[in-house]
Protein backbone atom coordinates (compact mmCIF):
# COMPACT_ATOMS: atom_id res chain seq x y z
CA UNK A 1 0.00 0.00 0.00
CA UNK A 2 1.51 3.38 -0.83
CA UNK A 3 1.88 5.61 1.96
CA UNK A 4 0.80 8.89 2.48
CA UNK A 5 2.20 11.79 5.04
CA UNK A 6 0.58 15.26 5.70
CA UNK A 7 0.98 17.82 8.17
CA UNK A 8 -0.29 21.04 9.59
CA UNK A 9 1.19 23.70 11.36
CA UNK A 10 0.38 24.26 15.40
CA UNK A 11 -0.56 27.94 15.09
CA UNK A 12 -3.78 29.19 15.05
CA UNK A 13 -6.82 27.52 14.00
CA UNK A 14 -7.58 25.82 10.71
CA UNK A 15 -9.46 27.55 8.35
CA UNK A 16 -11.32 26.80 4.70
CA UNK A 17 -8.11 26.78 3.22
CA UNK A 18 -6.86 24.16 5.17
CA UNK A 19 -9.68 21.97 5.23
CA UNK A 20 -10.61 22.42 1.41
CA UNK A 21 -7.13 22.86 0.44
CA UNK A 22 -5.66 19.81 2.70
CA UNK A 23 -8.00 18.07 5.19
CA UNK A 24 -10.79 16.74 2.64
CA UNK A 25 -8.15 14.72 0.85
CA UNK A 26 -6.58 13.37 3.90
CA UNK A 27 -10.05 12.45 4.70
CA UNK A 28 -10.88 10.68 1.28
CA UNK A 29 -7.25 8.75 1.76
CA UNK A 30 -7.18 7.38 4.65
CA UNK A 31 -9.31 4.15 3.51
CA UNK A 32 -6.91 2.84 0.41
CA UNK A 33 -3.35 3.98 1.78
CA UNK A 34 -1.39 3.99 4.97
CA UNK A 35 -2.08 7.06 6.35
CA UNK A 36 0.46 9.37 8.70
CA UNK A 37 -1.26 13.18 9.63
CA UNK A 38 0.76 14.74 12.03
CA UNK A 39 0.82 18.21 13.77
CA UNK A 40 4.26 20.58 12.91
CA UNK A 41 4.78 21.78 16.14
CA UNK A 42 8.53 22.05 15.73
CA UNK A 43 8.09 23.84 12.58
CA UNK A 44 5.79 26.64 13.98
CA UNK A 45 8.88 27.35 16.83
CA UNK A 46 10.61 29.68 13.51
CA UNK A 47 8.07 32.20 14.87
CA UNK A 48 8.42 32.03 19.10
CA UNK A 49 5.11 31.18 20.28
CA UNK A 50 4.55 32.04 24.11
CA UNK A 51 5.90 28.67 25.91
CA UNK A 52 2.27 29.46 27.77
CA UNK A 53 0.35 29.15 24.46
CA UNK A 54 2.71 26.27 23.04
CA UNK A 55 1.40 23.21 23.59
CA UNK A 56 -2.72 24.71 23.45
CA UNK A 57 -2.00 25.36 20.12
CA UNK A 58 -1.19 21.17 19.77
CA UNK A 59 -3.86 20.54 21.22
CA UNK A 60 -6.19 22.30 18.82
CA UNK A 61 -5.14 21.35 15.49
CA UNK A 62 -5.39 17.78 16.67
CA UNK A 63 -8.83 18.51 18.08
CA UNK A 64 -9.83 20.26 14.83
CA UNK A 65 -8.07 17.49 12.73
CA UNK A 66 -10.42 15.25 14.73
CA UNK A 67 -13.56 16.54 14.33
CA UNK A 68 -12.96 17.39 10.65
CA UNK A 69 -13.07 13.65 10.00
CA UNK A 70 -9.64 12.13 10.88
CA UNK A 71 -9.81 8.61 12.37
CA UNK A 72 -7.48 7.33 14.18
CA UNK A 73 -8.10 3.61 13.45
CA UNK A 74 -7.43 4.68 9.95
CA UNK A 75 -4.47 7.06 9.98
CA UNK A 76 -1.47 7.30 12.90
CA UNK A 77 -2.15 10.75 14.11
CA UNK A 78 0.87 12.05 15.90
CA UNK A 79 2.92 15.08 16.85
CA UNK A 80 6.08 15.90 15.42
CA UNK A 81 8.14 16.76 18.34
CA UNK A 82 6.87 12.68 19.64
CA UNK A 83 9.11 11.11 16.59
CA UNK A 84 12.69 12.30 17.34
CA UNK A 85 13.43 10.35 14.05
CA UNK A 86 12.27 12.84 11.92
CA UNK A 87 15.24 15.46 14.23
CA UNK A 88 18.21 12.54 13.09
CA UNK A 89 17.34 12.53 9.42
CA UNK A 90 17.14 16.76 9.56
CA UNK A 91 20.67 16.47 10.72
CA UNK A 92 21.85 14.26 8.30
CA UNK A 93 20.08 16.23 5.28
CA UNK A 94 21.02 19.28 6.50
CA UNK A 95 24.78 18.25 5.20
CA UNK A 96 23.51 17.62 1.72
CA UNK A 97 21.60 20.40 1.70
CA UNK A 98 22.88 24.32 0.32
CA UNK A 99 22.55 27.14 1.30
CA UNK A 100 21.68 28.58 -2.16
CA UNK A 101 18.78 26.82 -2.69
CA UNK A 102 17.37 27.45 0.50
CA UNK A 103 17.88 30.89 0.04
CA UNK A 104 16.22 30.50 -3.27
CA UNK A 105 13.03 28.88 -1.63
CA UNK A 106 9.92 31.35 -1.99
CA UNK A 107 8.71 30.55 1.37
CA UNK A 108 11.53 31.96 2.60
CA UNK A 109 11.97 34.97 0.86
CA UNK A 110 8.44 35.94 1.67
CA UNK A 111 9.21 35.43 5.67
CA UNK A 112 12.92 37.87 5.42
CA UNK A 113 10.20 40.29 3.88
CA UNK A 114 7.39 39.80 6.40
CA UNK A 115 9.96 39.53 9.76
CA UNK A 116 12.76 41.20 9.32
CA UNK A 117 14.04 40.17 12.76
CA UNK A 118 13.52 36.76 13.07
CA UNK A 119 15.28 35.81 10.13
CA UNK A 120 16.54 32.84 11.86
CA UNK A 121 18.06 29.26 10.71
CA UNK A 122 15.24 27.47 11.41
CA UNK A 123 13.16 29.42 8.76
CA UNK A 124 16.31 28.49 6.10
CA UNK A 125 16.17 25.02 6.84
CA UNK A 126 12.65 24.96 7.29
CA UNK A 127 12.19 23.00 3.79
CA UNK A 128 14.61 20.35 5.15
CA UNK A 129 12.78 20.05 8.61
CA UNK A 130 9.69 19.10 6.26
CA UNK A 131 11.53 16.79 3.65
CA UNK A 132 12.75 15.21 6.73
CA UNK A 133 8.69 14.85 7.62
CA UNK A 134 8.07 12.92 4.94
CA UNK A 135 11.04 11.10 4.07
CA UNK A 136 11.47 9.39 7.64
CA UNK A 137 8.13 7.46 6.49
CA UNK A 138 8.86 6.87 2.75
CA UNK A 139 5.89 8.88 1.88
CA UNK A 140 4.83 8.35 -1.40
CA UNK A 141 2.30 11.02 -2.00
CA UNK A 142 1.95 14.25 0.08
CA UNK A 143 -1.58 15.73 0.37
CA UNK A 144 -0.62 19.52 0.34
CA UNK A 145 -1.88 22.45 -0.60
CA UNK A 146 -0.63 24.33 -4.12
CA UNK A 147 1.65 26.49 -1.86
CA UNK A 148 3.49 23.63 -0.94
CA UNK A 149 4.59 22.90 -4.16
CA UNK A 150 8.14 24.06 -3.83
CA UNK A 151 8.69 22.45 -0.49
CA UNK A 152 7.72 19.23 -2.17
CA UNK A 153 10.28 19.97 -4.78
CA UNK A 154 12.96 20.46 -2.12
CA UNK A 155 12.04 16.82 -0.81
CA UNK A 156 12.02 15.02 -4.11
CA UNK A 157 15.53 16.93 -4.41
CA UNK A 158 16.57 15.56 -1.34
CA UNK A 159 15.31 11.76 -1.53
CA UNK A 160 17.23 11.69 -4.93
CA UNK A 161 20.25 13.11 -4.05
CA UNK A 162 20.43 11.21 -0.46
CA UNK A 163 20.34 8.07 -2.82
CA UNK A 164 22.96 9.21 -4.80
CA UNK A 165 25.46 10.51 -2.49
CA UNK A 166 25.00 7.32 -0.61
CA UNK A 167 24.90 4.66 -3.16
CA UNK A 168 21.00 3.36 -1.58
CA UNK A 169 17.68 2.83 -2.43
CA UNK A 170 16.44 4.42 0.71
CA UNK A 171 14.51 7.18 -0.37
CA UNK A 172 10.98 7.00 -2.91
CA UNK A 173 10.27 10.35 -4.32
CA UNK A 174 7.44 12.10 -2.66
CA UNK A 175 4.40 13.07 -5.20
CA UNK A 176 2.19 15.71 -4.12
CA UNK A 177 -1.55 14.50 -4.25
CA UNK A 178 -5.07 15.81 -4.67
CA UNK A 179 -8.31 14.21 -6.08
CA UNK A 180 -9.59 16.93 -8.37
CA UNK A 181 -7.24 17.51 -11.73
CA UNK A 182 -5.60 20.63 -9.69
CA UNK A 183 -4.61 21.39 -6.19
CA UNK A 184 -7.25 23.37 -4.62
CA UNK A 185 -6.32 27.07 -3.47
CA UNK A 186 -9.06 28.70 -1.51
CA UNK A 187 -8.82 32.60 -1.21
CA UNK A 188 -8.98 34.87 1.27
CA UNK A 189 -12.08 37.22 1.80
CA UNK A 190 -9.46 40.52 1.72
CA UNK A 191 -9.78 40.22 -2.20
CA UNK A 192 -6.45 39.01 -3.23
CA UNK A 193 -4.40 36.16 -2.40
CA UNK A 194 -5.20 32.85 -0.98
CA UNK A 195 -6.57 32.20 2.70
CA UNK A 196 -3.63 32.02 5.57
CA UNK A 197 -3.03 31.78 8.84
CA UNK A 198 -1.26 34.42 9.39
CA UNK A 199 -3.13 36.61 6.54
CA UNK A 200 -6.18 37.24 8.77
CA UNK A 201 -8.50 37.22 6.30
CA UNK A 202 -9.46 33.59 6.33
CA UNK A 203 -12.78 32.34 7.81
CA UNK A 204 -11.93 29.43 10.50
CA UNK A 205 -13.71 25.65 11.34
CA UNK A 206 -14.08 27.24 14.66
CA UNK A 207 -15.73 30.25 14.34
CA UNK A 208 -19.53 30.73 15.30
CA UNK A 209 -22.46 31.53 12.78
CA UNK A 210 -22.38 35.47 13.45
CA UNK A 211 -18.83 35.98 12.82
CA UNK A 212 -18.89 34.00 9.72
CA UNK A 213 -21.44 35.57 8.47
CA UNK A 214 -19.59 39.06 9.74
CA UNK A 215 -16.61 38.31 8.02
CA UNK A 216 -18.13 37.47 4.23
CA UNK A 217 -19.99 40.31 4.94
CA UNK A 218 -17.33 42.55 4.92
CA UNK A 219 -15.39 40.50 1.85
CA UNK A 220 -13.93 42.67 -0.61
CA UNK A 221 -16.12 43.38 -4.19
CA UNK A 222 -16.04 46.21 -6.23
CA UNK A 223 -19.26 48.41 -7.72
CA UNK A 224 -20.34 45.24 -10.19
CA UNK A 225 -20.81 44.68 -13.12
CA UNK A 226 -21.91 47.33 -15.70
CA UNK A 227 -20.81 45.44 -19.12
CA UNK A 228 -22.67 42.05 -19.94
CA UNK A 229 -20.60 38.86 -19.66
CA UNK A 230 -17.36 40.81 -18.39
CA UNK A 231 -14.50 39.56 -16.61
CA UNK A 232 -14.58 39.43 -13.16
CA UNK A 233 -12.06 41.22 -11.44
CA UNK A 234 -10.42 39.25 -8.57
CA UNK A 235 -11.87 40.02 -5.58
CA UNK A 236 -15.39 38.84 -7.06
CA UNK A 237 -13.69 35.75 -8.89
CA UNK A 238 -12.62 34.93 -5.20
CA UNK A 239 -16.19 35.12 -3.68
CA UNK A 240 -17.62 32.98 -6.60
CA UNK A 241 -14.54 30.23 -5.65
CA UNK A 242 -15.56 30.23 -2.39
CA UNK A 243 -18.98 29.64 -3.81
CA UNK A 244 -18.21 26.95 -6.02
CA UNK A 245 -16.25 25.16 -2.91
CA UNK A 246 -18.82 25.62 -0.48
CA UNK A 247 -22.53 25.40 -2.12
CA UNK A 248 -24.24 23.41 -4.78
CA UNK A 249 -23.87 23.60 -8.73
CA UNK A 250 -27.41 25.78 -8.95
CA UNK A 251 -26.29 28.51 -6.49
CA UNK A 252 -23.40 29.15 -8.16
CA UNK A 253 -25.01 29.07 -11.47
CA UNK A 254 -27.95 31.47 -10.55
CA UNK A 255 -25.09 33.91 -9.20
CA UNK A 256 -22.94 33.54 -12.68
CA UNK A 257 -26.27 34.50 -14.44
CA UNK A 258 -26.96 36.95 -12.48
CA UNK A 259 -23.10 38.53 -12.69
CA UNK A 260 -23.23 38.14 -16.13
CA UNK A 261 -26.69 39.97 -17.22
CA UNK A 262 -25.69 42.74 -14.47
CA UNK A 263 -28.47 42.03 -12.10
CA UNK A 264 -26.27 40.81 -9.10
CA UNK A 265 -26.35 42.18 -6.05
CA UNK A 266 -23.55 41.31 -3.79
CA UNK A 267 -25.02 41.40 -0.69
CA UNK A 268 -27.21 38.59 -1.69
CA UNK A 269 -24.13 36.37 -2.91
CA UNK A 270 -22.44 37.25 -0.07
CA UNK A 271 -25.20 36.40 2.26
CA UNK A 272 -25.78 33.00 0.49
CA UNK A 273 -22.49 32.47 0.90
CA UNK A 274 -22.05 32.84 4.33
CA UNK A 275 -25.24 30.40 4.88
CA UNK A 276 -23.28 27.79 3.03
CA UNK A 277 -19.73 28.08 5.12
CA UNK A 278 -22.16 28.16 8.03
CA UNK A 279 -23.95 24.64 7.06
CA UNK A 280 -20.58 23.01 6.23
CA UNK A 281 -18.56 24.39 9.34
CA UNK A 282 -20.97 24.37 12.34
CA UNK A 283 -21.39 20.92 13.05
CA UNK A 284 -17.61 20.52 13.01
CA UNK A 285 -17.02 23.32 15.18
CA UNK A 286 -19.54 21.67 17.91
CA UNK A 287 -17.68 18.36 17.44
CA UNK A 288 -14.07 20.50 17.83
CA UNK A 289 -15.49 21.16 21.44
CA UNK A 290 -16.48 18.07 22.42
CA UNK A 291 -13.21 16.69 21.43
CA UNK A 292 -10.87 19.49 22.08
CA UNK A 293 -11.86 18.40 26.17
CA UNK A 294 -11.69 14.68 26.18
CA UNK A 295 -8.24 14.33 27.53
CA UNK A 296 -8.13 10.64 27.76
CA UNK A 297 -9.13 10.39 24.08
CA UNK A 298 -6.71 12.88 23.05
CA UNK A 299 -4.06 10.55 24.86
CA UNK A 300 -5.01 7.26 23.33
CA UNK A 301 -5.08 8.73 20.10
CA UNK A 302 -1.20 10.26 20.44
CA UNK A 303 -0.48 7.09 21.99
CA UNK A 304 -0.83 5.10 18.86
CA UNK A 305 -0.08 7.31 16.12
CA UNK A 306 3.12 8.04 17.65
CA UNK A 307 3.93 4.13 17.99
CA UNK A 308 2.67 3.51 15.00
CA UNK A 309 5.18 6.44 13.57
CA UNK A 310 7.91 5.68 15.36
CA UNK A 311 7.78 1.98 14.34
CA UNK A 312 8.13 3.26 10.90
CA UNK A 313 10.47 5.75 11.60
CA UNK A 314 12.35 3.79 13.23
CA UNK A 315 13.11 1.31 9.84
CA UNK A 316 13.62 3.82 7.79
CA UNK A 317 16.57 5.78 10.41
CA UNK A 318 18.07 2.06 10.59
CA UNK A 319 18.80 2.06 6.70
CA UNK A 320 19.66 5.53 6.54
CA UNK A 321 22.14 5.00 8.84
CA UNK A 322 23.81 2.24 7.70
CA UNK A 323 23.81 3.91 4.26
CA UNK A 324 25.71 6.90 5.55
CA UNK A 325 28.32 4.39 7.51
CA UNK A 326 27.55 4.63 11.10
CA UNK A 327 28.78 1.49 13.12
CA UNK A 328 27.95 2.54 16.66
CA UNK A 329 30.82 1.25 19.07
CA UNK A 330 27.85 0.90 21.52
CA UNK A 331 25.69 -2.31 19.83
CA UNK A 332 26.42 -5.01 17.26
CA UNK A 333 23.56 -4.55 15.45
CA UNK A 334 23.82 -3.11 12.42
N1 LIG B 1 4.87 23.34 5.60
C1 LIG B 1 3.53 22.86 5.82
C2 LIG B 1 2.61 24.05 5.97
O1 LIG B 1 3.04 25.14 6.17
C3 LIG B 1 3.44 22.00 7.05
C4 LIG B 1 4.28 20.78 6.95
C5 LIG B 1 5.38 20.52 7.71
C6 LIG B 1 4.08 19.67 6.09
N2 LIG B 1 5.89 19.30 7.36
C7 LIG B 1 5.12 18.75 6.39
C8 LIG B 1 3.13 19.37 5.11
C9 LIG B 1 5.23 17.55 5.70
C10 LIG B 1 3.25 18.15 4.43
C11 LIG B 1 4.30 17.25 4.72
O2 LIG B 1 1.43 23.88 5.92
Redesign the pocket.
Known amino acids: MEIV ?5 STGHLHLGNYYGALRNYIKMQDNFNCFFFI ?1 DL ?1 SLTTHPHPDDFHAGVRTILAEYLASGLDPQKSAIFVQSDVPEILELYILLNMISYKGELERTTSFKDKIRQQPDNVNAGLLT ?1 PV ?2 AS ?2 LIHRANL ?1 P ?2 K ?2 EQ ?1 LEMARVLARRFNTFYNSEVFPEPKAFNFGDDLVKVPGLDGSGKMGKSEGNGVYLCDDEKSIRKKVMKAVTDAGPTEHNSEMPEPVANLFTLLKIVSDQSTVEEFTNSYNNCTIRYGDLKKQLAEDICKQTLPIKARIEEIYKDEEYLRKVVKRGTDLARESAQATLKEVRKAVGFRSFLSSDD
Open positions: LSGIRAHYLMDIVVGDQH
